[in-house]
């Protein structure tokens, strides 16, 4: 049994120790949102925010988890910038097909977070984690700086 | 009609055409058989309110109009990323004339009136960049049928011709009588009225939605986690199985030890199933869990061997033998004869992998006596055929739910259904809801590859510098073959397939005025290496040959590229036309600062596309791309937006492949497995990316291949002008070109 804050909420779950918290959350918490792409932590999808650092909750065994407060695609609204890249995205029309789209709001929203104007560096290092195979970089780039530009 | 009377003769589509409740379709319009909801008679409304409780009425179940004056239009394609949820309503809505705002969308039934006209209307089946050009003309008659319907509702509830109305925005509009009724308010009326035969379409000069660049409509539910995709799909008592599957093709389970997996925490079983052997456990995690701990011996008898490297020399081999002609023209021998010069070159492009980013999964509920199936696929028809062979159920037993797709690529277009075969086969042995959830690696193991293919092109040039003879042969895989030689196929019946091996999508259509030319391709058969199309499917290579080597016959008679090119499609003007403007677009001959252009152009799927790509080399081999630009010609862009978001895809979507996209085969054993021995293009190693949109008011045409054939060769070309290297293979990495 672990304990576990997700969003703002306590959750006891009942799971091995070695189950990563991607599984805990879309399997017993039925957050689906976030996204299994590899679970290697090599594509992004899964990102969450772990204490508002963006992590690949496919590699994060929920005996890691302990007092940290998980943030997930499905709470990031309630946090200013998170709804502003959520608005941005919709407006620039981002996703494709979408199943990627998570982990990149996730990840640009912590990058908002920590960086109000961005360089194109700085994109390339916070966002390449993030596989995108539908090929939405273009967008997301110019999402990111437009929300910098127009709203920080 | 006479589609649908061969369709209504074959008893698995019969049976679907019932259940959707529609037998219109082939024409375009619809029939309702839902009536119950229709108001006592029209006439005795007071003002606005709805005549009776009804909330909708549907037409063959293509959209439902409720009295709040909302739309809903149901689509027949699959969603995977390109935006049919959001293009297809856009059709229906402009001859409806409905008020945009409040249209929304929703994945069809597996129904015969939703099957693709493209495909003779016989299946629902979104491959080919066939969504627009095969629902367009059928969607628009349905929204001119349902707005006249909605007219002559209106006329006969104010006693005047149906003539004098007009519509606007969802509403019915008498100007003389200065009164007006909402679509909604009309709905349960409107239901009553004769489905007109031949509605009058719009003429396009007076389109309000299609051409005008909308948000998509899955926009929101993409931004906030709620969009359901197959993977999500969750239902009460359902176990989760991943199948470990025989190291070559075709393996089968020998002998399994299946102790230490049945003592990992939560597995429940263990089957055999015909492709592998079935973990099913309470969660994903015990599942992946136990099929670790499994002990499984296959029999490699059957087993496919194939290896890249003799699969190679095989396909080199068979270069040098004449294949079937695709195209001739003229007389090439004669010419070759003739010319002062010929050369040639030949290519090789390897098996690549789709890697679309929610990977294969199928949630199967089958309790004996009938099924629920959920799952992301381009191809919901077969799909279902072959999931009613399995568990031995007939059509209207299946309720299948086309999922919208994380990406698809081809690989969800599987004519042979291979990952909801193997779930329906782990749901019969389970007889419980189970979800057979593929990782990664199976995915990248998985087989049914875009396959290798090698290429000889040659040119014949004559004492006067001009190309005389061209010739271009291909060898690659029949990607349909093990349809027709599995015996499955027979089980069906009278069930005809439409031809398939048309979407070998071979080219024929090379452009350039040249009088003798000779086409042909070996089409080979390898039962024991599943091959599948993948986005541009033979076009990727063959216009890569074609394309770089236009450019070296260019550099040879001492031409511009681009010059070269529009002198050779003198009798192509909508070639040349996307040509100019990408010219333009890119400022072509104008780059600086040590970077080099190059150059493509093509045109296929009704769609002419060229594009221009900016490169620099550095001394140790890495390359910059530092920009992709390209001009389209798709016709008609129904959401201009949306096109250029395909076209910015398809062009990430190539430099991957382009770049990187290597599956190897050793002694017929996959050597990749995720994403880091199979890498794709990342944020930081992507180029600005350009489009421009060439509007030529043709026919529409398919955009989803649309951009990626000619970023190859492009590339190539642009690498040419700045190392005098010409690339004869891909993926990049095998020249030893680094992305920087
Ligand atoms: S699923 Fe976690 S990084 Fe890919
Ligand atoms: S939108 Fe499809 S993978 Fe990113």
Request: hydrophobic share 45%; charged share 20%; glycine share 8%.
């Given at each position: 049994m672990f304990t576990i804050r997700v969003n703002g909420v306590e959750h006891t779950v009942d799971a091995s120790e070695d189950k990563p918290l991607l599984w805990v959350l879309r399997e017993n918490l039925k957050l689906t949102g976030t996204k299994y792409g590899c679970g290697q932590a090599l594509c992004g999808s899964c990102t969450v925010h772990v204490d508002g650092q963006p992590t690949r909750s496919c590699v994060m065994p929920i005996s890691a988890v302990g007092n940290k407060q998980i943030r997930t695609i499905e709470d990031i609204n309630t946090e200013h910038i998170g709804s502003l890249v959520q608005q941005t995205w919709q407006t620039l029309n981002v996703p494709q097909c979408g199943y990627c789209q998570s982990g990149q709001i996730m990840a640009a929203t912590a990058l908002l977070k920590n960086n109000a104007s961005p360089s194109d560096q700085d994109i390339d290092k916070a966002m390449s984690g993030n596989i995108c195979r539908c090929g939405t970089y273009p967008r997301i780039r110019k999402a990111i700086h437009k929300i910098a530009a127009e709203q920080l | 009609m006479t589609e649908l009377d061969k369709i209504s003769r074959r008893d698995f589509i019969r049976v679907s055409v019932l259940a959707g409740g529609g037998l219109l379709v082939a024409c375009g319009g619809g029939g309702s058989s839902s009536r119950s909801n229709a108001p006592s008679g029209p006439g005795d409304n007071g003002g606005g309110t709805p005549v009776t409780p009804a909330d909708a009425f549907q037409v063959g179940e293509f959209m439902r109009i409720s009295t709040d004056n909302k739309i809903t239009v149901l689509v027949g394609a699959s969603e995977i990323g390109q935006g049919a949820l959001t293009s297809i309503p856009m059709i229906v809505a402009e001859e409806l004339d409905a008020d945009w705002s409040q249209v929304t969308a929703e994945m069809s039934p597996v129904a015969a009136n939703f099957n693709n006209p493209y495909f003779q209307n016989l299946l629902q089946f979104t491959v080919a960049s066939s969504a627009i050009r095969g629902y367009f003309q059928g969607q628009r008659s349905v929204g001119a049928a349902v707005r006249q319907m909605l007219i002559n509702a209106a006329a006969k509830r104010w006693g005047v011709e149906a003539d004098t109305l007009r519509t606007e925005a969802s509403f019915v509009i008498d100007d003389i009588g200065g009164r007006r009724a909402s679509y909604g308010e009309l709905s349960s009326a409107a239901a009553e009225e004769p489905i007109p035969n031949n509605p009058p379409l719009k003429d396009p000069a007076a389109y309000r939605i299609i051409g005008s660049s909308q948000q998509r409509l899955d926009a929101a539910d993409k931004t906030n986690g709620s969009f359901r995709y197959g993977m999500d799909v969750d239902i009460p008592n359902m176990l989760t199985a991943v199948i470990a599957r025989p190291p070559r093709f075709n393996g089968q389970a020998?002998?399994?030890?299946?102790?230490?997996?049945?003592?990992?925490?939560?597995?429940?079983?263990?089957?055999?199933?015909?492709?592998?052997?079935?973990?099913?456990?309470?969660?994903?995690?015990?599942?992946?869990?136990?099929?670790?701990?499994?002990?499984?011996?296959?029999?490699?008898?059957?087993?496919?061997?194939?290896?890249?490297?003799?699969?190679?020399?095989?396909?080199?081999?068979?270069?040098?033998?004449?294949?079937?002609?695709?195209?001739?023209?003229?007389?090439?021998?004669?010419?070759?004869?003739?010319?002062?010069?010929?050369?040639?070159?030949?290519?090789?492009?390897?098996?690549?992998?789709?890697?679309?980013?929610?990977?294969?999964?199928?949630?199967?509920?089958?309790?004996?006596?009938?099924?629920?199936?959920?799952?992301?696929?381009?191809?919901?028809?077969?799909?279902?055929?072959?999931?009613?062979?399995?568990?031995?159920?007939?059509?209207?037993?299946?309720?299948?739910?086309?999922?919208?797709?994380?990406?698809?690529?081809?690989?969800?277009?599987?004519?042979?259904?291979?990952?909801?075969?193997?779930?329906?086969?782990?749901?019969?042995?389970?007889?419980?809801?189970?979800?057979?959830?593929?990782?990664?690696?199976?995915?990248?193991?998985?087989?049914?590859?875009?396959?290798?293919?090698?290429?000889?092109?040659?040119?014949?040039?004559?004492?006067?510098?001009?190309?005389?003879?061209?010739?271009?042969?291909?060898?690659?895989?029949?990607?349909?073959?093990?349809?027709?030689?599995?015996n499955l196929l027979d089980s069906l019946a009278d069930f005809t397939l439409p031809p398939l091996k048309?979407?070998?999508?071979?080219?024929?259509?090379?452009?350039?005025?040249?009088?003798?030319?000779?086409?042909?391709?070996?089409?080979?058969?390898?039962?024991?290496?599943?091959?599948?199309?993948?986005?541009?499917?033979?076009?990727?290579?063959?216009?890569?040959?074609?394309?770089?080597?236009?450019?070296?016959?260019?550099?040879?008679?001492?031409?511009?590229?681009?010059?070269?090119?529009?002198?050779?499609?003198?009798?192509?003007?909508?070639?040349?036309?996307?040509?100019?403007?990408?010219?333009?677009?890119?400022?072509?001959?104008?780059?600086?600062?040590?970077?080099?252009?190059?150059?493509?152009?093509?045109?296929?799927?009704?769609?002419?596309?060229?594009?221009?790509?900016?490169?620099?080399?550095?001394?140790?081999?890495?390359?910059?791309?530092?920009?992709?630009?390209?001009?389209?010609?798709?016709?008609?862009?129904?959401?201009?937006?949306?096109?250029?978001?395909?076209?910015?895809?398809?062009?990430?979507?190539?430099?991957?492949?382009?770049?990187?996209?290597?599956?190897?085969?050793?002694?017929?054993?996959?050597?990749?497995?995720?994403?880091?021995?199979?890498?794709?293009?990342?944020?930081?190693?992507?180029?600005?990316?350009?489009?421009?949109?060439?509007?030529?008011?043709?026919?529409?045409?398919?955009?989803?291949?649309?951009?990626?054939?000619?970023?190859?060769?492009?590339?190539?070309?642009?690498?040419?002008?700045?190392?005098?290297?010409?690339?004869?293979?891909?993926?990049?990495?095998?020249?030893?070109?680094?992305?920087?």
């Open positions: - | 020998l002998n399994v030890d299946d102790n230490a997996a049945l003592a990992v925490p939560g597995v429940r079983s263990v089957h055999t199933i015909l492709g592998g052997v079935a973990v099913v456990a309470d969660d994903f995690w015990s599942a992946d869990k136990g099929r670790k701990a499994l002990i499984v011996q296959w029999n490699e008898l059957l087993a496919g061997r194939t290896d890249s490297d003799t699969q190679r020399n095989a396909y080199n081999l068979r270069l040098n033998l004449p294949g079937l002609p695709i195209r001739t023209d003229g007389l090439v021998l004669l010419a070759q004869t003739l010319a002062s010069e010929t050369i040639s070159a030949d290519y090789y492009f390897p098996f690549m992998a789709h890697a679309a980013m929610e990977p294969l999964n199928v949630v199967v509920d089958y309790d004996g006596s009938s099924a629920e199936i959920w799952t992301g696929t381009q191809s919901a028809t077969l799909d279902k055929i072959f999931a009613g062979l399995i568990l031995g159920l007939l059509p209207d037993q299946i309720t299948f739910h086309m999922m919208p797709s994380g990406g698809g690529f081809g690989r969800r277009g599987n004519p042979l259904a291979d990952f909801v075969r193997d779930a329906c086969a782990v749901a019969k042995a389970v007889r419980q809801p189970v979800k057979v959830i593929w990782t990664r690696e199976d995915d990248m193991k998985g087989g049914f590859y875009r396959p290798a293919a090698a290429v000889r092109v040659s040119a014949s040039i004559d004492s006067a510098n001009n190309i005389s003879a061209w010739t271009h042969r291909s060898v690659t895989q029949d990607v349909t073959a093990l349809l027709y030689a599995e048309e979407l070998t999508d071979f080219e024929t259509g090379m452009p350039y005025k040249i009088d003798n030319v000779l086409m042909d391709a070996h089409l080979t058969v390898n039962l024991a290496m599943p091959a599948l199309w993948m986005r541009s499917v033979n076009k990727f290579s063959d216009v890569f040959a074609q394309e770089t080597f236009i450019d070296e016959l260019a550099m040879k008679v001492g031409k511009n590229p681009y010059n070269f090119r529009r002198d050779l499609l003198s009798e192509k003007p909508r070639h040349r036309a996307v040509l100019d403007a990408v010219a333009d677009a890119a400022g072509w001959g104008f780059s600086s600062g040590g970077i080099s252009q190059g150059i493509a152009v093509m045109g296929h799927w009704n769609s002419f596309v060229a594009q221009v790509v900016e490169v620099s080399v550095s001394a140790n081999r890495e390359l910059t791309i530092h920009r992709v630009v390209s001009a389209v010609d798709c016709g008609t862009a129904i959401n201009p937006d949306l096109v250029i978001a395909q076209v910015e895809s398809a062009v990430i979507f190539a430099l991957s492949s382009i770049l990187f996209g290597e599956i190897l085969l050793e002694d017929g054993v996959v050597q990749q497995s995720n994403f880091d021995d199979y890498p794709v293009l990342r944020m930081y190693q992507t180029p600005v990316i350009e489009t421009v949109i060439v509007n030529s008011g043709n026919p529409v045409g398919g955009v989803g291949e649309l951009g990626v054939p000619c970023v190859g060769p492009a590339l190539a070309n642009a690498i040419f002008e700045a190392t005098n290297e010409r690339i004869r293979e891909l993926p990049l990495t095998r020249s030893n070109f680094k992305i920087a």
